[in-house]
């Protein structure tokens, strides 16, 4: 079955660090691009972060260009996003989602379940 | 850029109902629209890649289009299910790779 599970969200204080995971299964994970999406509770979606197949090439939203860091392990199968000063505003869902870039474009086709950051003093 | 969806839409079942979801600069068909359902406490799925594409498993019911004239993508569900309520979100690109999402319709089965 093709999967992803996220882990690593809490709580922590304004200015904090976090590292999110994303653990991979049921694919070949080096042959996808990663993307990090995170939801408000009750609002939309907002596109954080991708990463190309082999780590190489990565791109931001302007809201947490310097603060976030996405990475991976293709020996493991797992995406990283490492989330540091963080700010009251960055409290909300993180979700990873794979993207299947090739001759089509399938859009973001496989979601984690999500992991929840909250960011309180 | 923005996309702009309507905040919310209502039908009664067995009707059809449309989506929009309009681009604020550039043209529609710069870049592909996908389209995502998400029903309440779950994950988004995929409904409509590449504009009007359907993935494996997603019903007939549910189609997507381009209108250059209003510069806006639509989805549109048919036939209408009680389990079609959710929230919907259309999906696009600039500068290749960056990914921007609408903000999202919450569609109610009356």
């Known amino acids: 079955e093709v999967q992803l599970v996220e882990s690593g969200g809490g709580l922590v204080r304004p200015g904090g660090s976090l590292r999110l995971s994303c653990a991979a299964s049921?694919?070949?994970?080096?042959?996808?691009?990663m993307h990090w999406v995170r939801q408000i509770a009750g609002k939309g979606l907002l596109w954080v972060a991708r990463?190309?197949?082999?780590?190489?090439?990565?791109s931001y939203a302007d809201s947490v260009r310097g603060r976030f860091t996405i990475s991976r392990d293709n020996a493991k199968n797992i995406l990283y996003l490492q989330l540091s000063s963080l700010r009251d505003e960055d409290t909300a869902v993180y979700y990873c989602?794979?993207?299947?870039?090739?001759?089509?474009?399938?859009?973001?086709?496989?979601w984690g379940q999500g992991t929840t950051v909250s960011v309180s003093s | 850029y923005m996309l702009t969806q309507p905040h919310s839409v209502s039908e009664t079942p067995g009707k059809t109902v449309t989506i929009s979801c309009t681009r604020s600069s550039g043209s529609i068909d710069d870049n592909f629209v996908h389209w995502y359902q998400q029903r309440p406490g779950s994950s988004p799925t995929i409904v409509i890649f590449e504009d009007r594409q359907r993935p494996s498993g997603v019903p007939d019911r549910f189609s997507g289009s381009i209108d250059r004239s209003s510069n806006s993508a639509s989805l549109t569900i048919s036939g209408l299910k009680a389990e079609d309520g959710a929230d919907y979100y259309c999906q696009s690109y600039y500068s290749s790779n960056v990914v921007i999402f609408g903000g999202g319709t919450k569609l109610t089965v009356l």
């Open positions: 049921g694919f070949t994970f080096g042959d996808y691009w």
């Open positions: 990463i190309n197949r082999d780590g190489t090439g990565t």
């Open positions: 989602a794979r993207w299947p870039v090739g001759t089509k474009d399938y859009g973001l086709d496989v």
